[in-house]
């Protein structure tokens, strides 16, 4: 069974897919603020990753 549900079984529950709602704020992909949203996620992402390995490591 798939982790992601497809957009039609979305649509019953009335759920918006993640993407939609990026584009909604940071358009298509492409456009340099788009390009700094996803760099921003990226280091936080990696951010939280250095945090969760240095905890375990105390």
Do not use: H, V, W, Y
């Not at 358009?27 to 240095?54: T, V």
């Amino acid at each position: 069974m798939s982790k992601t549900m497809d957009r039609e079984r979305m649509k019953k529950l009335n759920l918006t897919p993640i993407e939609d709602l990026i584009e909604e704020d940071f358009g298509k992909e492409g456009p340099p603020s788009r390009l700094e949203f996803e760099n921003g996620c990226d280091a936080f992402i990696l951010g939280e990753r250095l945090k969760e390995e240095r905890q375990k490591a105390s």
